[in-house]
């Protein structure tokens, strides 16, 4: 039932949320429902003090919730269970994790950033502090090879599945990959590993998503590293290449993960020839490359298609 607090709004205005926050659990108290009985409890209400959507405490109970949707409840809430605010690294130069700063709210494709419930599950890193992906659906990556991540943005966890990757980067940060699957229309996350970092000492306590393309004219939309190309962190010997979908049900990726750091490397050898190099509109031309490594390193590719219309 709807429950009427004691005073006006103007008092509590003038005397604040938390007033409000005591006054609504006794009378709620008083009707029946005593909090204590529930692992966590909000009061909801519309007008008087705040100029929020919503606040809440991080790791314990207390919720207000001034907005009635169901986005701002599942981040308020996401507080109260102990996450602070999905981040972003927000470069000053081209290099991804070059120098920068913490954009506060800035992963948009969590709940705990600046996108709304619904397909914007908590991030792995995130799921993991909470215990919804335990430590035995993790991978946690310190020598090379190829490992399996199963979309991870679902209801079902199975026993049997990984869902995350983790790699340490320093003795600050440690770096974690996932697989989102519900955000149908980015051709970037459909088909790519999105990379974050946890928390450290520049990130405000909460986990930073990192745009593996930061000089394209997308954005964040592309921040997966997608399948066929490399993300390098070249100091600890960090090469993280997704390699293909495992084509399971729910979908899986295959990430390569080398952990060395090259010297005298020498650099891939790659020619590419069209069938034909004008054509009519409408007309088919197939693109052959053919590639080799003077090291013998296995090889893989991306591409990005680009018209020259005259």
């Not at 607090?5 to 003038?14: I, K, R, S, W």
């Not at 005593?34 to 919503?54: H, I, K, M, Q, R």
């Not at 290099?95 to 792995?124: L, R, V």
């Amino acid at each position: 039932p709807l429950l009427t607090l004691p005073q006006t709004e103007a008092y509590y205005v003038t005397n604040g949320d938390f007033v409000l926050y005591d006054h609504a659990r006794s009378v709620a108290t008083s009707n029946g429902y005593n909090y204590t009985s529930y692992n966590l409890d909000a009061v909801c209400f519309v007008g008087g003090p705040g100029s929020y959507g919503g606040q809440a405490y991080v790791g314990n109970r207390g919720c207000w919730l001034k907005s009635a949707t169901a986005g701002v409840a599942a981040h308020e809430f996401g507080h109260n269970f102990g996450l602070w605010h999905a981040n972003y690294w927000n470069i000053t130069t081209d290099d991804p994790i070059g120098p920068g700063s913490n954009q506060e709210y800035g992963d948009s494709f969590d709940t705990m950033g600046s996108a709304q419930a619904g397909a914007n599950h908590f991030d792995a890193y995130e799921k993991n502090l909470l215990d919804w992906m335990p430590a035995a659906n993790v991978t946690t990556v310190t020598r090379s090879g190829t490992y399996r991540i199963h979309q991870f943005d679902q209801p079902v966890l199975n026993a049997a599945h990984k869902y995350g990757i983790k790699i340490t980067k320093d003795a600050d940060r440690v770096y974690w990959i996932d697989f989102r699957q519900k955000h149908t229309g980015n051709k970037w996350l459909m088909s790519g590993a999105d990379l974050h970092w946890d928390r450290w000492a520049s990130s405000n306590q909460g986990g930073q998503l990192l745009d593996t393309t930061p000089s394209t004219p997308d954005g964040k939309n592309d921040a997966a590293i997608v399948i066929g190309r490399t993300f390098s962190d070249p100091s600890p010997g960090i090469h993280i290449t997704p390699i293909g979908k495992g084509g399971t049900t729910p979908e899986s990726l295959d990430v390569m993960v080398n952990i060395v750091t090259f010297s005298g490397n020498g650099a891939p050898l790659c020619a590419v020839n069209a069938s034909a190099t004008s054509v009519a509109t409408g007309v088919a031309v197939n693109f052959t490359a053919s590639a080799s490594d003077p090291n013998g390193d296995a090889l893989s590719y991306s591409f990005v298609v680009a018209a020259d219309c005259e």
